[in-house]
Each structure stands twice: as structure tokens, then as C-alpha cells.
């Protein structure tokens, strides 16, 4: 990066890590910029100001300061530090997951503005709402879209055809929906439901907070949660420990019949 010895970002903290006792090394997703790391020199000494500003998923606006090896970040200015979301632990770590999704689906220093966008505005409706099974599978799946691997769903992959009313089936490895016919000779492709499918096309169509109105049964909440996870796992080529660890809440939830958390489906921590 060339420019300025000093400049400015506007970011959210998708990571952090303490280094040494004293500093901590930040990641941030930037509205401009894409994601870039940093070092906040001092942010974890008991009353430093920096500190509650580079705490994870807060956004704000950031000072920094352009060296040869990682920038420093020298002062903040929170915007928003989603303290309803990180009140409540579903919430923040639903809010977590996202982070770790836009961590690793990204590379250091390639703007993604709709990324950012979308991202800062499923966790205000988090912050405000809480967080559902729809809003998960929206942020996932516009992710996806984000970052170049959305999957196809208006024409079957193998063939070109239109996808009749009927069960097909989708591929992660050809990044789509296929036929029948196509889907019999394809080792990776699972039955995609008619409703399935509909979703999927739904949540393209529409903005966050009507794709969030679809109500959708257990079923069939769990099979499109299947699908993009058969997909988020083929682009990421790993799983996410933060996805591991909203299983384990789910799974808490409901032996102590506290069964409000959204479906997360078993094979998430296969
Ligand atoms: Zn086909």
C-alpha cells in the first residue's frame, strides 16, 4: 500500500490476538479497503483509550499509521459497538460467526464494499432484533454472492436447462443446482427440494429484511442450511470453529429445554 504516512479507515474488528502483555494485533474489515491487519500498541493496558474501540465486532473509525512491517493503529472513534449483540451470548456468537466467515472468505487489501455493507447490516439487525435461523442463512448466502461464488440457480449447470417444479438437486463442486439427468452422474450433488430451491432464489431477489420475513418449516429451514453449508465448506475448504461452537449452544439449548437458538444442523461438526 502507497500513500500518506498517516490515513484513516472506517472498519469493523473481525479478529484480534494479544501480542506480548501490553498490544494486541487487529484485523479489520474495512469499508474501503477490504480487510487489513494491524497492531494497536498498548490496547490491552488497563485504562488505555484504544482498547474498547479494537474490541472484537466493534466499528469505528481508525487512525493509523503506515510502517514497514504491520500498521499501527494509534486512536479510535467507535460508530457502533453492538452492545445489545454482545449482551447476549446466541446473538454474539452468531455475531462471531459472521466475522469469521468475512475473515475467511477474504484476502488482505481487496475492497468489498457490498461485503461491508452486507455485513455491518445483518449485525445491526442483530443488535436489534436478535438473531434468526433467516438471517444466518441470508448473510451466508449474499456472501457467497459477495465473493464471487454464488451458487446457480436459475438454469441447471450441467445442461443449460430450465429447472422444471420438480426435486433436483445441487452441486457444490459445479456451484449450482442441477437437473435429473445431470445430477445422476455427479458424484457431489444432493436432492435439492422445489422449496428449497425457492428460498434460494427468494434470498437473491429480495433484501434482508424481507427475505427474513419467509417463514419456513424446521425441514425445510434445515435442508437450505445443508445446502449452504455444503457450499460455504467447498469455498472455505475448512470448517469454522465459531460454527462448531453455535452447534454446541444449540445443542445445550435444547437438553436444558431452552430451545430458542436457531437450527444448526449436526453435520456442522462433522
Ligand atoms: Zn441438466
Not at 461485503?115 to 455491518?120: A, G, Q
Request: glycine share 8%; with cysteine.
Amino acid at each position: 500500500m502507497s500513500g500518506p504516512r498517516d490515513y484513516q479507515v472506517e472498519g469493523l474488528v473481525i479478529r484480534d490476538a494479544t501480542v506480548g502483555e501490553r498490544d494486541r494485533v487487529v484485523v479489520l474489515f474495512s469499508r474501503d479497503e477490504g480487510k487489513l491487519t494491524f497492531v494497536a500498541r498498548g490496547a490491552r493496558r488497563p485504562g488505555s483509550s484504544l482498547g474498547p474501540s479494537v474490541q472484537m465486532l466493534t466499528r469505528g473509525r481508525f487512525q493509523c499509521v503506515r510502517r514497514r512491517g504491520l500498521d499501527l493503529l494509534t486512536q479510535a472513534v467507535s460508530i457502533e459497538s453492538y452492545g445489545k449483540l454482545k449482551a447476549e451470548l446466541w446473538s454474539m456468537s452468531c455475531g462471531l460467526y459472521l466475522a469469521e466467515l468475512v475473515d475467511s472468505s477474504t484476502v488482505e487489501a481487496a475492497p468489498n464494499r457490498t461485503l461491508y455493507d452486507l455485513l455491518v447490516g445483518v449485525l445491526d439487525a442483530i443488535n436489534h432484533h436478535g438473531c434468526s435461523d433467516a438471517l444466518l442463512r441470508y448473510f451466508e448466502l449474499r456472501l457467497l454472492q459477495c465473493v464471487g461464488f454464488c451458487p446457480s440457480v436459475q438454469r441447471c449447470v450441467g445442461c443449460g436447462g430450465r429447472l422444471r417444479p420438480e426435486v433436483n438437486a445441487l452441486s457444490a463442486t459445479l456451484g449450482g443446482a442441477m437437473c435429473p439427468d445431470c445430477s445422476s452422474s455427479c458424484t457431489d450433488a444432493i436432492p435439492l427440494s422445489v422449496d428449497a430451491l425457492k428460498v434460494l432464489r427468494f434470498c437473491l431477489a429480495n433484501d434482508l429484511e424481507t427475505s427474513c420475513r419467509a417463514k419456513l418449516s424446521a425441514s425445510l429451514a434445515a435442508e437450505v442450511e445443508e445446502h449452504l453449508h455444503r457450499f460455504l465448506v467447498g469455498v472455505l475448504q475448512k470448517e469454522l470453529k465459531s460454527r462448531a461452537w453455535l452447534f454446541r449452544l444449540r445443542t445445550e439449548a435444547l437438553l436444558t429445554g431452552n430451545g430458542q437458538a436457531p437450527t444448526i444442523a449436526r453435520r456442522s461438526e462433522s
